[in-house]
């Protein structure tokens, strides 16, 4: 990664952002409902939620078949369909639709958490009744997990580097730090880099029976916050050197300066208690970015909503930022979205890309009462002019993954 | 530049749980290759696996086959890390599926049993990345953790991920490879769509091959640089030439071309020429076309016959193990540079006319093994491949 502020030919700007989320498919929708408050969340209509403890999920509106202009591959389903048109809508962004066509030296990383599990799902549900046999688990069999980056490489007729990263929740932060790795080690000219995720009933139930999920709506950092709401979605990301990208006459949208890891090493689907796992992804990121933690302005929050994650999470903040925690805004977007689970990192960087250019911040909307355990400024329920330059965005997984990045203003 | 060696490796497969056994079965020619009669269909599954023999440690029995045979190749690797702190080992785990088992178990637990009773830690079992997770937990591992999944290349898509994190030092050693199981519904799937052979001597390029038989296991190297090997004093088992990957996803890439580019490329990052690779060990696992793309490539660049470096196909002995694979293939080609032997394999005797040219050695071969270069993938996936060179502080 190329520090901020240093030149570097190599360094990864984003020239082009392309998203389907459940609070808009296009930039100006999806902003709009992010500065006004207009939440994704509705009863769920992707499978009959009969019998189950929670109702309520934040889906994808629009009509896929819409969203997409290149016909889905044969065995593509919907989160293949999400990721296609988000990375059409980013490649018509970056003006690179011809450019990128038929590339030996473009990457293409995708993140995601269930795949294409639907397709599973809704074989299934045609006859709840028996076991699942072959011609069901066919579906499965026939959807790698990385079916969605074999599907963008095939449309796009790309012959580089083809990497899925099925890394959960942060799979996202994941797909763009290591799409940003790949460019600033010089490997690639251009690289996709995609979060996807459709609206599964597995992880809808999962989710539910570790009671981690509101039964309406989502409160990130709000005392008394009943749990997160699930989403599903797409983000991609063009990522390009700077040079390259100048070379070619585009514009970039941001740098992503910092890509931070870590592990918890602690629980499968826990955090640590204190937030050192996050903590360490987030100064790593700032420090990668060649930043000290006072030069960060915004900091988009993983925040579920859950109670756990919430409260370690501003914990982490607090051991990266010091003093300075509760005054350096902190917000999360999922009240809105949802947990997009493998997209959310990859939306929320766009978010963070959107929040450079038009300096305001996004607020969490649903606040209403502030958590001592989460003791930050979580920008509650109205948006706020800043100029930011560098922004961290923040995301956690199952398996104590952790992943950060820095995203740095254009200009 | 800095060098990357392996300095450790971990395996769980059917031919045994060293890299002594794994190669032994492959030189004995003895194929760990069976049939499931009740599935009518050949597989290669790991009887009698049992994670308690390596770890000591509760709860193993809740986590799925593919989590529990990662944490016991993990556990075999683990000694080779002596004195480097828990905190500076990232883990990269390859899978293909994951655990198609448990997402089958854990649909029909919601469905049969009623959400309400589902049991949570199943469901964190469906998710791809938690065996890297359950590995990080089980040893500490917490420097970066991170999976991916490229079908047969994903195990070798591990190590090529791993050397990226340690390029940009955010750890001090990489525990990469892969981990896949086998479980009915893979295998009724692959079945009945006539992807799997149901006859267990359907032999990687052999005339009479029928399909691939599938396989499980798991394999992790620990790979570092060659600097802080020595810092430590690891003996590195090899160094690591070359890695990388070339897509013939796109359908303009044929996977011959995309083959001989690969082998191409890695040559050329390695510094070597063709002849100065002493051993290939192939990807071949009983497709047909998958076997025959795979050598056409081999042989446009490395030639054919006597001129060519002799072959293995460890797939004719444990299977198509998917994340397990590529690694698997890179331990048997370390045991070969530790004997100083290629093994004489029975497919010179059953060779598929069409690939007339591969050589398969006809008997065992005494000598140093230099250079191997270990290839896995297939068309529409990803093709990846790595360069290994014997007697890594050597070669620095």
């Known amino acids: ?411 | 530049m800095t060098a990357w060696a392996v300095t450790g490796a971990g395996l769980v497969s059917v031919a045994g749980s060293s890299p002594e056994a794994l190669f032994d079965a492959i030189a004995s020619g003895r194929a760990r290759l069976t049939r499931n009669d009740s599935l009518d269909v050949a597989c290669a599954p790991i009887e009698g696996f049992d994670p308690k023999r390596h770890l000591d440690r509760k709860g193993l029995g809740d986590l799925s086959r593919t989590s529990q045979l990662a944490c016991a190749a993990a556990s075999l690797l683990a000694p080779a890390l002596g004195g480097v702190p828990p905190a500076e080992v990232g883990v990269v785990l390859g899978t293909a599926w994951g655990s198609l088992k448990t997402v089958v178990a854990f649909e029909r637990a919601a469905q049969v049993d009623g959400p309400r009773f589902v049991d949570p830690f199943l469901f964190a079992e469906t998710v791809a990345n938690v065996p890297a997770g359950q590995i990080a937990i089980v040893f500490g591992w917490s420097a970066c953790n991170a999976t991916v999944s490229a079908g047969s290349a994903s195990g070798l898509s591990a190590l090529c991920s791993a050397i990226d994190l340690l390029v940009e030092e955010r750890a001090q050693v990489v525990v990469a490879g892969g981990a896949d199981e086998l479980n009915p519904p893979l295998l009724m799937a692959w079945r009945d769509e006539g992807r799997l052979t149901k006859e267990p001597g359907s032999l990687p390029c052999a005339a009479t091959r029928s399909g691939p038989v599938a396989g499980e296991g798991a394999c992790l190297l620990a790979i570092e640089s060659l600097e802080r090997a020595a810092a430590r004093g690891a003996r590195p088992l090899a160094r690591i030439a070359a890695a990388g990957s070339v897509s013939a996803i796109a359908g303009t890439t044929g996977a011959r071309r995309a083959v001989s580019a690969l082998a191409g490329t890695l040559l050329q990052e390695a510094g070597i020429a063709r002849d100065q690779i002493d051993l290939i060990v192939l990807s071949a696992n009983g497709d047909k076309e998958r076997d025959t793309e795979e050598a056409l490539g081999v042989m446009e660049v490395f030639g054919r016959g006597d001129a060519a470096p002799p072959l293995v196909a460890p797939k004719g002995t444990i299977g198509e193990t998917w994340g397990a694979a590529g690694p698997l293939a890179a331990v048997v080609a370390l045991e070969a540079m530790r004997r100083g032997t290629i093994p004489a394999s029975p497919l010179h005797a059953m060779l598929d006319p069409a690939l007339d040219g591969l050589r398969f050695p006809t008997e065992e071969t005494r000598g140093e093994v230099r250079r191997a270069m270990i290839l896995d993938g297939a068309a529409g996936e990803l093709i990846a491949g790595i360069v290994l060179e014997n007697g890594g502080s050597d070669a620095a």
Not at chain 1, 3 to 14: D, H, L, N
Not at chain 1, 35 to 56: E, Q, Y
Not at chain 1, 100 to 124: H, L, P, S, W
Not at chain 1, 279 to 289: E, K, Q, V
Request: charged share 20%.
């Open chain 1, 1 to 411: 990664m190329s520090p901020a502020g240093r030149a570097s030919a190599q360094r990864p700007c984003i020239t082009g952002v392309g998203l389907v989320t459940p609070i808009g498919a296009t930039l100006d929708a999806f902003w709009t409902s992010l500065i006004t408050g207009s939440a994704g969340a509705a009863p769920v209509r992707s499978f009959d939620t009969s019998g189950l403890s929670r109702t309520i999920g934040c889906e994808v509106a629009t009509p896929i078949e819409e969203a997409a202009a290149s016909p889905i591959p044969r065995r593509g389903g919907r989160c293949t369909a999400l990721a296609l048109a988000a990375v059409e809508r980013a490649l018509a962004d970056a003006q690179a639709l011809s450019y990128i066509a038929g590339r030996t030296d473009a990457a293409v990383v995708v993140g995601t958490t269930m795949g294409e599990v639907t397709q599973f799902e809704q074989d299934r549900a045609r006859h709840p009744e028996r076991e699942a046999d072959a011609a069901d688990v066919s579906t499965l069999a026939n959807r790698p997990l990385d079916l969605m980056a074999r599907s963008i490489a095939a449309v796009h007729r790309l012959e580089g580097r083809v990497v899925t990263v099925p890394a959960a929740c942060a799979a996202g932060s994941y797909a763009i730090g290591m799409a940003a790795s790949l460019v600033a080690r010089g490997e690639v000219r251009i690289a996709i880099a995609v979060g996807c995720e459709a609206f599964s009933r597995l992880a809808f139930v999962g989710f539910a029976r570790m009671h981690a999920m509101s039964a309406d709506v989502c409160r990130p950092f709000s005392r008394g916050r009943p749990g997160l709401l699930l989403g599903e979605g797409a983000g991609a990301v063009i990522v390009e050197p700077e040079s390259a990208a100048r070379a070619r006459g585009a514009r970039a949208a941001a740098f992503v300066d910092g890509f931070g890891l870590s592990c918890d090493a602690h629980h499968v689907t826990g955090p640590h208690p204190t937030g050192a796992g996050a903590a360490r992804a987030t100064r790593d990121a700032i420090r990668r970015a060649g930043l000290d933690p006072s030069q960060i302005d915004y900091v988009n929050a993983h925040g579920t909503g859950t109670a756990l994650n919430d409260k370690t999470e501003s914990l982490a903040m607090h051991e990266v930022f010091g003093a300075r925690a509760t005054t350096i805004p902190i917000s999360s977007i999922k009240a809105l979205t949802g947990h997009m689970m493998g997209a959310a990192g990859a939306v929320e960087a766009i978010a963070c890309v959107l929040a450079l250019q038009r300096s305001v911040i996004p607020p969490t909307w649903n606040h209403i009462e502030s958590d001592p355990d989460c003791a930050i400024d979580c920008v509650p329920n109205a948006p706020r002019e800043a100029k930011l330059t560098h922004v961290v965005s923040n995301s956690y997984a199952f398996g104590g993954n952790n992943a950060s990045l820095v995203l740095s203003a254009a200009s």
